[in-house]
């Protein structure tokens, strides 16, 4: 028997209780299919979670991220926040989970939107990124007020948008108007699917850029009288090999970064296209022949702690310098996209230290510290919100993310959400 199925814990047994309704809710909301891009059916998911939360007692409030990046009247930006006093003053404690999934993809062998249950796994996109970190959220939060009606402080749950592109219409739009404040919110977890053994402290940062190579057009049959660009940045990509590329692999943070290999600074070359819009396939036509002016490369660069983020920049541009200094003709343009300072929350802090008894106490082990390789939403709340009492802990296997056949493991949200509660206990039932 693992520590969190005792019997004699009556917060545990509340969460047992609700086994076949956590599987139900999160079975329903991977059946919501909240893609993004483009960014559809956000109000729909907001209005289930509203319906949900507003019968534990409840208040909530949808917020549409008018104007921010990818709103638009056909896929507007809908968040969600409920809020649930308790008798007393005290502290906030808030579960912040993103709503939007990224693309299907190829190779599934389940329904992607099914919320397939099949030996105690839950498939579907968003199963542990990060519907099943909402719902055991969720499951905890209510489990807790049912043992513990009148603890102090306030419980807050939110459903935010765009988290999957980079947060603007979410997280970022909400910090900027207040609701993730000190004065509002004192704590904060994220239940992304870092494991449920584990605490993540932060995330490295990025800088995604757009270059750009430029040509002349001409007749493809008199390729002389033109300057390809594709092939400008082929150049451009010869000495990203031979010279940024090796440089990074020489540079380690202390940071503990999962995986192993994220803890080496990186870069992703995400995508690339020259010359003429692609032809669909199943138009049957073929492209004119002409000699591309134009280039396009986009950049997704992930910095560590021990690097200058104005520095990254100035490396790459320094590479680009380089290849125009030896290449007639060459030019180019070169676009930040959004950047991204690396964010890390101290261990001494009252949310780390408030998780990490709960995961010892709950699940019988210590917890592992680690560091996400990508960001998340805590960039938000870190950078903007000034808050930094913020973690990301939840249940699933961050390998599974974005993966074909994703699933989360119902023993594991149960367990979780045990860790869950049990923090919230530690937090809102002291003296007072």
Not at 162 to 179: F, H, K, M, P, W
Request: aromatic letters at 6%.
């Amino acid at each position: 028997m693992t520590p969190y199925q005792r019997p004699e814990s009556k917060l545990n047994a509340a969460i047992m209780r609700r086994r076949d309704d956590l599987i139900a809710l999160t079975r329903d909301l991977i059946r919501i299919p909240t893609l993004n891009p483009p960014g559809e059916n956000y109000r729909l998911i907001c209005e289930y979670l509203e319906t949900r939360l507003k019968a534990s007692g409840f208040e909530t409030e949808l917020i549409r991220a008018t104007g921010a990046p990818g709103d638009s009247d056909r896929y507007p930006r809908w968040n969600l926040i409920a809020r649930r006093d308790g008798a007393r003053a005290g502290d906030c404690v808030h579960f912040n989970s993103h709503i939007d999934v990224v693309d299907v993809g190829h190779g599934w062998t389940h329904d992607p939107f099914g919320g397939a249950l099949v030996d105690g796994r839950i498939y579907g996109r968003g199963a542990c990124d990060m519907k099943g970190g909402l719902a055991t959220s969720i499951i905890a939060c209510e489990a807790f007020l049912e043992v513990f009606p009148d603890h102090a402080g306030a419980i807050e749950i939110s459903g935010t948008a765009d988290e999957e592109s980079g947060g603007y219409g979410g997280v970022a739009y909400l910090a900027e108007r207040g609701y993730f404040s000190p004065r509002r919110v004192q704590h904060v977890i994220i239940p992304e699917p870092l494991h449920k053994d584990r605490i993540c402290l932060g995330h490295r940062g990025l800088w995604w850029a757009e270059l750009e190579t430029r040509g002349r057009i001409a007749h493809g049959s008199m390729p002389f009288l033109g300057d390809c660009a594709v092939r400008h940045m082929g150049a451009v990509l010869d000495e990203l090999e031979e010279t940024v590329f090796p440089a990074l692999k020489t540079r380690q943070t202390a940071a503990p970064v999962i995986p192993e290999g994220a803890r080496t600074a990186t870069m992703n070359l995400n995508s690339i296209h020259g010359g003429q819009t692609e032809i669909p396939r199943e138009s049957g036509g073929l492209p004119s022949p002409c000699v591309p002016d134009s280039c396009r490369l986009v950049v997704d660069r992930r910095v560590l702690w021990e690097e200058d983020l104005d520095e990254t920049k100035q490396e790459f541009r320094a590479a680009l310098e380089r290849v125009k200094a030896r290449r007639d003709g060459f030019d180019y343009a070169l676009r930040d996209l959004f950047e991204v300072r690396p964010s890390m929350t101290d261990r001494e802090a009252p949310v780390v230290q408030t998780v990490a008894r709960a995961i010892e106490d709950t699940l019988g082990m210590a917890p592992e510290y680690v560091v996400s390789p990508g960001t998340y939403d805590q960039k938000h709340i870190d950078r903007i919100g000034q808050l930094k009492n913020c973690i990301a802990y939840g249940p699933g296997i961050l390998d599974l993310a974005h993966q074909p056949d994703e699933y989360i493991d119902v023993d594991d949200m149960i367990a979780s959400a045990c860790v869950m509660a049990a923090s919230l206990e530690q937090l809102l039932c002291g003296p007072g």
